[in-house]
């Protein structure tokens, strides 16, 4: 197993290499540049905003020097943002996006096994048809039309909820609530979904038949072994899952006012700031391919069929 993490942790070596150099040339051959979008300046002001930021420089050596900083851990300055660098940015909100995406996931991955299981074992009852009928519309409705409905029920109308804010603001935990459940909601309905298949599936086997031909309780067979099988496809699923939930933040993010990185990635990207964008594509590309890694340990532990020897 150890010989196994240690090569798939050097295999992310040149898949960040090749995201990276992806990304930095991509971006470039959009029309405009960092500083087109400014007030009309004089060439002279140009030239010397290009030269300060290595910009007059051939394409290849602002790419060696750009990935010579990014071995050295430095990300850059922001080109919009005077006063920070890209580091201080992604330190300042990237945990919140991170707190945000954790709580969703385990929203999700409770609840949508518990009815996942629910409904498998209901299967055909008015419990398996109303729950799967939620789920289809939970996977339905897309983040910016459930984050406004939420809103209006329990911020405006029940007054229960604050409309927006953060748990480092005045009313503290409470604040992730809204945003968390929306941000849940279509990974909870595909995670039911993908549960109860997956048990049905699992009650089909022969093994499961012998189990309950030796006598063993039904509520022992369920959680001894249908459960263990049954949660195998759910686990690689939590790997996009829950880089889709931290990337996917962006709307969420805006709705709600939570201060993460999607605000900045949405700004970047608007206002072409080549080394913030750089930044939230390695931070984002670095999420999904370490939690992948992570995925495929937990199935190995699962699956005893699997072995990394």
């Given at each position: 197993?150890?010989?196994?993490?240690?090569?798939?942790?050097?295999?992310?070596?040149?898949?960040?290499?090749?995201?990276?150099?992806?990304?930095?040339?991509?971006?470039?051959?959009?029309?405009?540049?960092?500083?087109?979008?400014?007030?009309k300046v004089s060439d002279e002001v140009?030239?010397?905003?290009?030269?300060?930021?290595?910009?007059?420089?051939?394409?290849t050596k602002q790419y060696l020097r750009y990935i010579g900083n990014v071995c050295r851990g430095d990300l850059g300055p922001s080109y919009k943002n005077k006063d920070y660098t890209v580091n201080e940015l992604i330190n300042s909100s990237l945990p919140n996006s991170l707190i945000l995406g954790i709580v969703s996931l385990l929203l999700a991955v409770i609840f949508g096994v518990l009815i996942g299981i629910l409904s498998a074992l209901k299967k055909n009852s008015w419990v398996d048809y109303s729950s799967m009928s939620f789920?289809?519309?939970?996977?339905?409705?897309?983040?910016?039309?459930?984050?406004p409905i939420l809103m209006l029920?329990?911020?405006?109308?029940?007054?229960?909820?604050?409309t927006s804010g953060w748990i480092t603001g005045r009313n503290g935990w409470i604040t992730i609530i809204m945003p968390a459940i929306t941000l849940s909601l279509s990974y909870f309905a595909y995670?039911?979904?993908l549960s109860r298949a997956s048990i049905l599936e699992v009650l089909?086997?022969?093994y499961i038949r012998t189990a309950r031909a030796k006598g063993l309780k039904n509520s022992v067979v369920i959680r001894r072994h249908v459960l263990k099988g049954a949660m195998l496809p759910v686990v690689s699923y939590l790997g996009?899952?829950?880089?889709?939930?931290?990337?996917?933040?962006?709307?969420?993010?805006?709705?709600?006012?939570v201060p993460g990185l999607g605000n900045f990635f949405v700004k970047s990207a608007l206002n072409r700031d080549y080394t913030l964008i750089m930044g939230t594509v390695i931070v984002y590309s670095l999420i999904l391919v370490i939690m992948n890694l992570v995925v495929d340990i937990i199935y190995s532990f699962l699956d005893p069929r699997i072995s990394y020897k």
């Amino acid at each position: 197993m150890g010989k196994y993490i240690f090569k798939r942790i050097l295999g992310l070596i040149p898949t960040m290499f090749i995201i990276i150099t992806i990304s930095f040339f991509m971006i470039r051959l959009a029309p405009g540049g960092p500083f087109s979008s400014e007030k009309k300046v004089s060439d002279e002001v140009m030239q010397n905003l290009l030269r300060k930021y290595h910009m007059d420089e051939p394409i290849t050596k602002q790419y060696l020097r750009y990935i010579g900083n990014v071995c050295r851990g430095d990300l850059g300055p922001s080109y919009k943002n005077k006063d920070y660098t890209v580091n201080e940015l992604i330190n300042s909100s990237l945990p919140n996006s991170l707190i945000l995406g954790i709580v969703s996931l385990l929203l999700a991955v409770i609840f949508g096994v518990l009815i996942g299981i629910l409904s498998a074992l209901k299967k055909n009852s008015w419990v398996d048809y109303s729950s799967m009928s939620f789920a289809i519309v939970g996977i339905s409705i897309p983040n910016f039309v459930i984050g406004p409905i939420l809103m209006l029920i329990f911020a405006v109308w029940l007054k229960w909820l604050p409309t927006s804010g953060w748990i480092t603001g005045r009313n503290g935990w409470i604040t992730i609530i809204m945003p968390a459940i929306t941000l849940s909601l279509s990974y909870f309905a595909y995670i039911a979904r993908l549960s109860r298949a997956s048990i049905l599936e699992v009650l089909r086997s022969d093994y499961i038949r012998t189990a309950r031909a030796k006598g063993l309780k039904n509520s022992v067979v369920i959680r001894r072994h249908v459960l263990k099988g049954a949660m195998l496809p759910v686990v690689s699923y939590l790997g996009p899952a829950f880089a889709g939930i931290v990337t996917g933040s962006v709307v969420v993010e805006q709705i709600f006012l939570v201060p993460g990185l999607g605000n900045f990635f949405v700004k970047s990207a608007l206002n072409r700031d080549y080394t913030l964008i750089m930044g939230t594509v390695i931070v984002y590309s670095l999420i999904l391919v370490i939690m992948n890694l992570v995925v495929d340990i937990i199935y190995s532990f699962l699956d005893p069929r699997i072995s990394y020897k």
